[in-house]
């Protein structure tokens, strides 16, 4: 697993112990939904898995031999 994924995981984790949103002086700070969140790191991760290909390689197969 890449650097990169781990840490959205922590995020998420810690988003998900964390509270929704948070007021201090006159200042609202709001996260994004869990569900957001794990909607994204699915998206990423489907994202990634098509830049390395399916692993499948189409080819026209010739019998020399056989009229």
């Not at 112990?17 to 939904?33: A, C």
């Not at 399916?54 to 080819?59: A, P, Q, R, V, W």
């Amino acid at each position: 697993m890449s650097e990169n994924q781990e840490n959205l995981e922590e995020k998420i984790r810690q988003n998900a112990t964390g509270p929704k949103s948070v007021d201090i002086d006159g200042q609202k700070v709001e996260q994004h939904s869990i569900a957001d969140q794990i909607a994204a790191d699915e998206y990423l991760a489907k994202k990634k898995a098509l830049r390395r290909g399916s692993g499948l390689k189409i080819t026209k197969l010739n019998h020399s031999g056989a009229v």
